[in-house]
């Protein structure tokens, strides 16, 4: 089991769109729900958006509904946060984590539910 990678931030103008990828291995995308989430400097991290390890749920942050859409592509072992109308309160650090699937945290796609540790992230600022 591998380590998750991001990739994809970077600065874009409000009303910009923004692509992040997850990189995680076959082992961990098979038994794992994921997670996107994000930090903004000083305050705490929070869930953004989760996915099911069978495709069969998703979980939306209120503040992103309508504007993101997670998805995966098991082939290239990658889970995607696609995001659209960015505005600048979407401003932050993401990062994505696999999630115990046994516990309940995952659906509501709490932080807490990480089975491991937090990586790099990548760094997404939305600005004119």
């Known amino acids: 089991q591998s380590q998750l990678v991001e990739s994809g931030g970077g600065l874009v103008q409000p009303g910009g769109s923004l692509r992040l990828s997850c990189a995680a291995s076959?082992?961990?995308?098979?038994?794992?729900?994921i997670g996107w989430f994000r930090q903004a400097p000083g305050k705490e991290r929070e869930g953004v958006s989760c996915i099911s390890n069978s495709d069969d749920y998703t979980y939306y942050a209120d503040s992103v509904k309508g504007r993101f859409t997670i998805s995966r592509d098991g082939a290239k072992r990658t889970v995607y946060l696609q995001m659209n109308s960015l505005k600048p309160e979407d401003t932050g650090v993401y990062y994505c984590a696999a999630l115990n699937p046994y516990g309940s945290g995952w659906y509501d796609c709490t932080p807490l539910a990480n089975i491991g540790s937090w990586g790099q992230g990548t760094q997404v600022t939305v600005s004119s």
């Open positions: 076959a082992f961990t995308l098979h038994y794992y729900p």
